[in-house]
């Protein structure tokens, strides 16, 4: 709890946060029991502060100390649009730092997950959730970016890092979906990892909470969930002061006619017929096509207010631009914005005058919500025009809102007499994600060909999934071999289809082979990328503008964006024998120093973690494998490259002194075997005669996974790739061969004898011994009721997370 000011009640603290007293029913669910499922109350009636400061409150100033350790310390607000994700991030970091939460060390962080960023900051310092996984912090992300990590396959980011963010994500995480209308197939997935939460345990205790002011209950109820009931709504009694100002807001209907043969302009004329100076006039399309179109028009007729186009499919710094822009004070001419549904969802903005195309019920009553917002336009002037086509909604769905406008033709209405009024609209059938979906993505091995199990059917409806594209100076040529991944600010998200596929008829797209040990850029055919793929093309193909964001058409060179990212354990374009925190991190460190640094870090981070379903034999597992996780350095394949870093003069002495896990060595190596793991050759050892060291411990199989698990490579199987087999053609798995040698390694005060690698616990089936495989194992562990996939993936996340904080420490040369 902060030292600097203790609120007496949650209305002080929020007032001081909001700088205006809170609403009745946001001190409601500060003071409920337990956070409500449903959050349904009005457009503008701040449902982000309803959520976010009683998290707050109950985290850190709770009186009851049992409330405040019962709230998950992650709040993770899902969003449904790109476009919010900045804006709600500065709105939360503003109400932290009212609050004085904005420290480093007992502070409150927020991250942001957007394309190839995991992080945020605490107070003015950048930091990662890798780094500081225990502390208190709010997570902000599209569905996009923060399911797909729910369900292991994180989009845009290294797939390595896949069961990190699966751990942390599902245990100690209060999860809340705003604008639930939006959210398409994710809203079903969201239910339904709640349910399995639920049934399949976690170390910490979690929860989701979904917010909508049109809400349909039908479908927040699932196979494996029933009905929400702790459900907060407004009553008559929340209908004072401010917010009923708001509440009571009203917006005339009218309907005007547009020349189709020209469409785009004679839909910029009547907007400019009916924009008022000073003011802020709206227009909202159904589709990026139209907006950008829309935003063409109006530029060519030229009128004297200035123009700013919002859609989804910007690089985030010129979204960043465009949205500051929009949300400007209106100069003496006023304003127009033309947007998509981006402007539905989470963002404070009012307009005096709003044109929109007809779409499905939920989407008109949240962009109605927009205009005149706060209740001060007395003649606010909602027009709206029939689309030139359904998509992206139901046919149905838009003839049945057509109808419901041309009755209220010429009416001023509240938004509370919108979202009343009976519309009819059809439940989308979607992919429902089921137990056995969820354990088989447990497992992040691709396939035989090379694919993963795609989410995207969980995620997004098909005509909304997207790629990321990045634009570099290639000159004819792939990425150097050596250049990190795309950062998040070079990404542009592109849908997966037709427009990518015009793209590549031009250009070469460029994806990473994590297989690969050299050339690892290869070229890509557009119908074989995935949502969530990453994709690199010369600025010379195209396809972007900073005013208008992605336009395939568009031919003009593209600016590139400096990655400013150096390789790191958050880089997508990282090799499955990649290793390089073990190499050049400026001091020698010894491999039984190391594993003793890991251990202590596992158990700092356990303890301040807290976790309260396990058992005392699992914590000690988790320990034991950070003290043994590495013991497969030894052998002379990874001992060669570390002493390869050094000068020649250097190296006998360092030879004699080691076995060595880090190496100080300024000269960056590989491995003389492609594909090299040690982890692979720890496993095998603990697999083996090295498995003294796990004589008095309750749970070897659970400290053998976390050590194979350890690097992200080595989980559920065990497969070689291309490149393993030797010039004589004898077997190796990920650089290993069967019948190498380890050394005798002291690891947990046991020495653990000298080790042959045998491949017998790789191979199908039992061995001779009736020894189970390594794969009948790890299932094993992921299906016991007491461990499951929560729980597994929390341990690994934490050994993994404190192999690198000590990994850190050493590299800085202080004491772990």
């Not at 797939?159 to 959210?183: A, K, M, Y």
């Not at 460029?510 to 690969?516: E, G, P, Q, S, Y």
Request: charged share 25%.
């Amino acid at each position: 709890m902060s030292e600097k000011w203790h609120p007496a009640s949650f209305a002080e603290m929020a007032e001081r946060a909001l700088r205006s007293p809170p609403y009745r029913w946001q001190v409601a669910v500060a003071d409920a029991p337990m956070p409500p499922e449903l959050i349904a109350v009005e457009t503008g009636a701040g449902k982000t502060a309803g959520v976010v400061l009683p998290w707050l409150w109950r985290r850190r100033f709770h009186p009851d100390p049992k409330v405040r350790e019962a709230t998950p310390h992650w709040l993770v607000l899902c969003l449904p649009l790109r476009s919010l994700t900045e804006q709600v991030e500065s709105v939360v970091r503003r109400w932290i730092g009212a609050l004085g939460l904005d420290g480093l060390e007992d502070g409150v962080a927020v991250h942001l997950v957007m394309g190839g960023r995991v992080g945020g900051r605490a107070g003015k310092v950048r930091t990662s959730w890798y780094e500081h996984p225990e502390q208190d912090a709010v997570v902000v992300g599209t569905v996009d970016m923060l399911l797909s990590r729910a369900l292991n396959r994180g989009y845009a980011t290294s797939r390595f890092s896949w069961p990190i963010d699966f751990g942390l994500l599902h245990n100690g995480t209060h999860w809340v979906f705003d604008e639930i209308q939006l959210l398409g197939p994710a809203l079903a997935t969201s239910l339904q990892l709640e349910a399995f939460r639920h049934r399949f345990g976690t170390c910490l205790g979690s929860f989701s909470t979904w917010m909508s002011a049109t809400v349909d209950r039908r479908a927040l109820s699932t196979v494996d969930s029933a009905d929400v009931t702790r459900v907060i709504e407004l009553g008559p009694e929340d209908v004072e002061g401010a917010l009923a100002t708001r509440l009571q807001a009203t917006r005339t209907i009218r309907h005007v006619s547009v020349d189709d043969a020209r469409r785009a302009r004679s839909l910029a004329r009547t907007i400019l017929d009916h924009h008022r100076p000073g003011t802020l006039t709206i227009a909202v399309m159904n589709t990026v096509r139209s907006a950008r179109e829309l935003y063409r028009a109006l530029e060519q007729e030229g009128g004297a207010a200035p123009v700013h186009l919002l859609h989804s499919r910007f690089r985030p710094d010129d979204r960043r631009i465009a949205l500051d822009g929009a949300m400007a004070s209106p100069p003496a001419a006023g304003r127009i914005v033309v947007s998509t549904q981006v402007l539905e969802a989470g963002v404070d903005i009012s307009a005096s005058t709003m044109l929109i195309e007809a779409a499905s019920w939920p989407s008109v009553v949240q962009r109605a919500g927009r205009l005149n917002r706060s209740g001060e336009v007395a003649d606010a002037l909602l027009l709206w025009v029939e689309p030139s086509s359904s998509a992206p909604y139901l046919p149905e769905d838009v003839d049945a809102a057509t109808g419901a406008l041309r009755s209220l033709e010429g009416r001023q209405v509240t938004a509370g007499d919108l979202r009343t009024l009976e519309v009819p609209t059809r439940l989308p059938t979607y992919a429902v994600l089921r137990a056995g979906d969820l354990k088989g993505l447990f497992d992040t091995s691709p396939d035989l060909s090379g694919s993963d199990i795609d989410v995207a059917p969980f995620i997004r409806a098909a005509d909304e999934l997207d790629a990321y594209v990045a634009w570099r100076e290639l000159d004819g040529h792939p990425p150097a071999a050596d250049d990190p991944g795309p950062a998040a600010d070079e990404l542009c998200p592109v849908p997966v289809g037709k427009e990518l596929a015009e793209l590549a008829e031009r250009t070469t797209l460029w994806r990473f082979d994590h297989l690969k040990a050299d050339d690892s850029w290869v070229k890509a055919r557009s119908a074989e990328l995935r949502p969530g793929s990453i994709v690199v093309v010369d600025t010379g193909a195209g396809g972007y503008s900073p005013e208008v964001g992605w336009d395939v058409s568009l031919r003009a060179q593209v600016d590139p964006i400096p990655s400013g990212r150096d390789a790191s354990l958050e880089d997508p374009a990282e090799r499955i024998g990649d290793d390089a925190v073990s190499f050049s991190v400026g001091r020698w460190v010894s491999l039984s120093s190391h594993l003793e640094d890991v251990a202590r870090a596992t158990e700092e981070l356990l303890d301040s973690l807290g976790p309260q379903s396990i058992t005392a034999a699992q914590r000690d597992a988790a320990i034991l494998a950070a003290r043994l996780h590495d013991v497969g350095k030894a052998h002379a394949v990874f001992q060669e490259t570390m002493l390869a870093t050094a000068d020649e003069a250097e190296r006998p002495a360092l030879e004699l002194s080691g076995p060595w896990a880090k190496s100080g060595g300024a000269r960056a190596r590989r491995h003389s075997r492609p594909h090299f793991r040690h982890e692979l050759v720890s496993l095998l050892a603990l697999l083996g005669n090295g498995a003294v060291a796990l004589e008095r411990c309750e749970e070897p199989d659970l400290v053998r996974y976390l050590v194979a698990a350890h690097h992200g490579r080595i989980r559920m199987s065990i497969r070689s790739v291309a490149g393993d087999r030797t010039s004589a053609g004898q077997e190796r798995i990920l650089g290993v061969q069967e019948g190498d040698r380890i050394p005798s390694v002291v690891a947990s005060g046991v020495a653990l004898p000298e080790a042959s690698m045998s491949f017998a616990p790789v191979r199908m089936g039992r061995d001779p011994n009736g020894n189970p495989s390594w794969s009948e194992r790890a299932l094993a562990l992921r299906d016991r009721p007491d461990v499951g996939p929560f729980r597994l993936a929390f341990f690994e996340a934490v050994v993994r997370l404190a192999d690198w904080r000590a990994s850190a420490r050493e590299a800085q040369g202080a004491a772990v």
